[in-house]
């Protein structure tokens, strides 16, 4: 059973950096467009970035500039590298396919506060 594991996340004053792994059993990865999402209180979850497999990268237009998303193919992970963080870019952060084509893991909370 194909498994989504998120970890990295954690409580960063504005302004800093924290760098985001998943990392998925079996072969979700092979083939697919990987997608950061990222799901804050009482807001729809929504996709912050994807990747495909050879490494073309898309973000959302509030993120752009500041988060990096990178695969590594053999290793079935995906990263996100969030720098300049804000205050709006707290929520808990998962990934998937795009589209979402898998059981949701439990994501890793970002919280971005002073």
């Known amino acids: 059973q194909v498994q989504l594991v998120e970890s990295g996340g954690g409580l960063v004053q504005p302004g800093g950096s924290l760098r985001l792994s998943c990392a998925a059993s079996?072969?979700?990865?092979?083939?697919?467009?990987m997608g950061w999402y990222r799901q804050a209180p009482g807001k729809q979850r929504e996709l912050v970035a994807q990747i495909t497999y050879n490494s073309g990268t898309t973000y959302l237009d509030s993120v752009n500039g500041r988060f990096t998303i990178s695969r590594d193919n053999a290793k079935n992970t995906v990263d996100l590298q969030m720098n300049s963080l804000k205050p709006e870019d707290t929520a808990i952060y998962y990934c998937n396919t795009n589209p979402a084509g898998f059981t949701w893991g439990q994501g890793t909370q970002v919280t971005v506060s002073s």
């Open positions: 079996g072969s979700i990865f092979s083939g697919a467009l």
